[in-house]
């Protein structure tokens, strides 16, 4: 009944501020608590998005998802308001084909994206970017009457052709060409290169800034000046930062800071990422308080996720207990956090142990605005509707497996690297297999099973004791990359000898 009286108050009086309603709102959830997505689909007032991406954060590279270095207050600050995920996972252990997976609701196999961008990825046609018929989140909520808005990082199209305007933001600031910025350091590029690298890698739109303005603050102040001007209008605001992706560029004081704190049992010892991380906890801090600033906390859904697992290839973090980071199909490579505020239905300081996924985000934040999304394209989402779990954290999903599939550049098997070659896995349950191909460089078919209930860290590789449930999980991975027409192996193959 107070929601009834809130709408017909809305028609009576066409004056009345938006201020006013967000109070009248508030009163509702004040008074009925929780509310179930009916409820908010009814609100007059369609819930503002904010979904924050970070490039690179491993699953424990936050104070509450167990870092023994970092220090991130303000994301810890948002867990403690909603509902954080312990069992979320990328859609791919590397920054394009996940980026994709988010803005579509598909696994990137279906799109034919099975590397990841640059020389030597083996992809089906084009295959490196996001391909520019897909309806995007950000086109689903243009067309539901949300003001679109794509800061930082792309990675997943070209401007002109496949870049945040063309694929449905109304406005896009700070997007390069790039996978990372030339650097974090005023003028955002890489002084010490020239060429198509530089350029590509050099941050636009932030000329008027200085010496003193680390890119990941800047970030977060371009977040905080759009949502003051569009406060009076509903936005969905996709800010993806390049932190912590390499270049680890931080401020001294910063470095100083971590390598006081570094003890010789610390996991997580590099004082420059560390310091990175930081930056990137200050700017979602100042965006949080941007929202509390304008009076739209109660009436904006954030979202806090990352494209993928931490990198460790060169020290940058310790994804401890979880095996490998970036680039892996190991835990480390594909786990990752994952927390989701949305005032008056998710549960406060509430976690879940349910399995999901990068994709699923698309279908969910349709779901929680309303929007309707495109017949057409929709038809072959294969992201879940996550929004009976945002309500209660322990309901089940209609989803019996997770998949990933990765044919990566050759170089990775030129050095050897075969747990990073080419690799399909599918988490059933407790269960994960991992398949990974045959490669030219003499690596033979293998098979990799592990209880990640009783073996988290994946030590244990329990194949050859279980060869019947190896066998009924292979097929269920055959079939998986039958439905969505996953590029064969077999062809990639040969694309692999044609590269010198």
């Known amino acids: 009944m107070p929601i009834l009286l809130v709408c017909q108050c809305s028609r009576l009086f066409q004056p009345i501020s938006r201020t006013l309603l967000v109070l009248l709102n508030l009163f509702v959830v004040t008074s009925l608590g929780a509310v179930d997505s009916r409820s908010v689909e009814s609100s007059p ?16 590279d936050l104070g509450v998802m167990g870092s023994d270095l970092y220090q991130t207050p303000n994301i810890d600050g948002l867990a403690s308001q909603g509902l954080r995920f312990t069992n979320a996972h990328s859609s791919h252990p590397t920054c394009s084909p996940s980026r994709t997976a988010i803005m579509t609701g598909k696994y990137p196999a279906r799109l034919g994206i099975v590397g990841h961008g640059g020389r030597g990825t083996v992809t089906a046609g084009d295959g490196t970017f996001m391909p520019c018929e897909e ?21 997943v199209g070209h401007e002109g052709t496949t870049g945040p305007k063309e694929q449905g933001f109304q406005f896009d600031i700070a997007s390069n060409e790039f996978c990372c910025p030339g650097s974090y350091i005023y003028p955002y590029r890489n002084k010490k290169k020239a060429g198509v690298q530089a350029e590509n890698s050099a941050v636009p739109d932030l000329q008027d800034r200085g010496p003193d303005d680390h890119l990941t603050e800047c970030l977060g102040d371009e977040a905080v ?53 930081e930056h990137l906890d200050e700017s979602v801090g100042r965006v949080l308080k941007a929202i509390r600033d304008n009076g739209l906390e109660r009436n ?24 490998d980071g970036k680039v ?13 505020k949305w005032p008056g239905v998710t549960p406060v300081g509430a976690t879940s142990e349910i399995p999901v996924i990068g994709h699923d985000l698309y279908p969910s934040i349709l779901q929680m605005v309303g929007a309707q999304g495109d017949t057409k394209h929709n038809a072959q989402i294969d992201g879940v509707d ?30 050897g690297e075969r747990k990073r070659g080419p690799v399909g896995t599918i988490i059933k349950g407790n269960w994960k297999l991992m398949e990974f191909f045959p490669t030219p460089h003499g690596q033979d078919r293998s098979f990799e099973l592990y209880n990640l209930r009783e073996d988290i860290s994946e030590q244990e590789n329990v194949a ?7 066998t009924e999980l292979h097929q269920e991975m055959i079939r998986w990359r039958e439905s969505v027409d996953a590029p064969e192996y077999e062809m990639a193959f040969k694309e692999y000898e044609k590269i010198p």
């Open 45 to 60: 007032i369609k819930p503002n998005v904010v979904l924050i991406l970070a490039d690179d954060l491993g699953y424990t």
């Open 135 to 155: 309806y995007t989140m950000a086109e689903a909520l243009t067309d539901a009457g949300y003001t679109t808005c794509h800061i930082g990082k792309w990675h």
């Open 225 to 277: 000046k759009f949502i003051s001007s569009h406060k009076d209008e509903p936005f969905f605001l996709n800010l993806a930062y390049y932190a912590v992706h390499t270049p680890i560029e931080s401020e001294r004081d910063k470095v100083a800071k971590y390598k006081k704190l570094i003890t010789p049992d610390s996991r997580q010892r590099n004082a420059a990422y560390a310091g990175l991380v």
């Open 300 to 323: 904006t859904i954030v979202i806090f996720f990352s494209d993928n697992g931490g990198e460790v290839t060169h020290g940058e973090t310790s994804n401890y207990p979880l095996r």
């Open 328 to 340: 892996s199909q190991y835990l480390g490579g594909i786990r990752v956090p994952l927390i989701v």
């Open 386 to 415: 996550l929004t009976a779990v945002f309500q209660d954290p322990a309901s089940q999903l209609d989803r019996q497996a997770l998949h990933w599939l990765r044919y990566p550049v050759v170089f990775h098997y030129r050095k």
């Open 464 to 470: 050859a004791a279980n060869p019947e449930l190896v």
